[in-house]
């Protein structure tokens, strides 16, 4: 069993003393102003753009998922359920939906429209107060709904939504592809590694944060050169054995994704092994606005919802990370999915 945190045994104790309620209440309020989210709302204001989003306001309210760069959106996974799950409330509360993704770069470039027209231009987006107001959804972990639900009013037109949390279980998919669809610039690097790959392929995916010192993340520590190595080996005589299976049961390629280019680049060299070229980036620690530079992690997601299983490699001693992105793209292709640990 993971040993709880303080904040977490904190949050526990205080929701058996005053209950759930009470207590994600309490941390929503607290964590809009720890994020500044409330930042910018007027009571009055002749900004051109209040008055264009207020002019062209209707009667139907609207829940806005919101990616402005206010405060981190957490990562491309983080973000797709967070989108999927919003759109999900806003279709059962009767409200339209809209996603405002501009941080780091436009969604629209990568994720176009499929059934729903989600996109907001800016000045459609008021920032007065008695107008619009921010929203937060807090943690895994509580009644989210219910919390959603509570911070909703009839007083407002517009909800600006910050949420990385997942309500939908085994329904990503369904809202997920009611949502989106390939833009064509993804769909075309789709379809280059899918000629590469072939019709039936496995995917391990590994997720090292910056264990080996080559990807930037928020504070994340890398190992000490000897233990690079030995996680680095051991994670290699990993793929190497699978890879080794897969073709006795006639699966000719693997595809092999993560966060480590120094992982990758040995990856590679295993025979039948494929990967997506590109930069290993996260989307919250990357300045760059060009959407084509986060192309790689979009390609890899849709890639690995088209294989016939879908993996994930885990350390217990190194501690990788337990990552959600092949477990998400499974979901979304209705494809087998398993951890394997050692």
């Known amino acids: ?80 359920r967070g989108m999927t799950s919003a759109y999900k409330f806003a279709k059962d509360h009767g409200l339209d939906f809209k996603i405002y993704h501009i941080s780091p770069f436009l969604l629209q470039e990568i994720l176009q429209p499929n059934k729903v027209d989600w996109i907001i231009d800016e000045k459609e987006i008021s920032h007065n107060c008695s107008i619009a107001k921010p929203l937060l959804l807090y943690r895994e972990d509580f009644d989210n709904d219910s919390a959603l639900e509570r911070q909703i009013d009839a007083n407002h037109q517009q909800f600006h939504l910050y949420s990385c949390v997942d309500t939908l279980g085994d329904k990503f998919s369904e809202y997920f592809n009611e949502l989106f669809k390939p833009s064509p610039l993804l769909e075309s690097d789709i379809s280059r590694y899918e000629n590469l790959l072939g019709k039936s392929y496995t995917s391990i995916s590994f997720r090292f944060q910056n264990k080996l010192g080559d990807f930037k993340e928020y504070i994340f520590k890398e190992l000490p050169e000897k233990s690079k190595h030995k996680l680095m080996n051991e994670a290699i005589n990993v793929l190497k054995e699978e890879t080794s299976h897969h073709l006795v049961n006639e699966i000719s390629k693997t595809l092999v994704t993560a966060d480590s280019p120094t992982f990758l680049a040995e990856a590679a060299k295993i025979p039948n092994v494929a990967i997506v070229k590109g930069n290993s980036i996260h989307i919250d620690f990357n300045c760059s606005k060009k959407a084509v530079d986060y192309l790689k992690a979009f390609t890899e997601f849709f890639l690995i919802s088209k294989a016939t299983k879908a993996k994930l490699y885990r350390n217990r001693k190194y501690k990788t990370y337990p990552s959600n992105f092949p477990k998400y793209a499974a979901l979304l292709g209705q494809v087998p999915y398993e951890i394997i640990e050692k």
């Open 1 to 80: 069993m993971i040993p709880l945190t303080p904040k977490e045994v904190f949050i526990r104790t205080a929701r058996r003393v005053f209950g759930e309620k009470r207590v994600h209440d309490y941390l929503i309020k607290r964590g809009i102003k720890l994020r500044h989210l409330n930042e910018g709302y007027e009571s009055v204001s002749s900004s051109e753009n209040v008055v264009d989003a207020d002019a062209n306001s209707t009667n139907r309210q609207t829940l806005i998922f919101m990616a402005d760069g206010k405060w981190m959106h957490g990562g491309l996974t983080d973000r797709l």
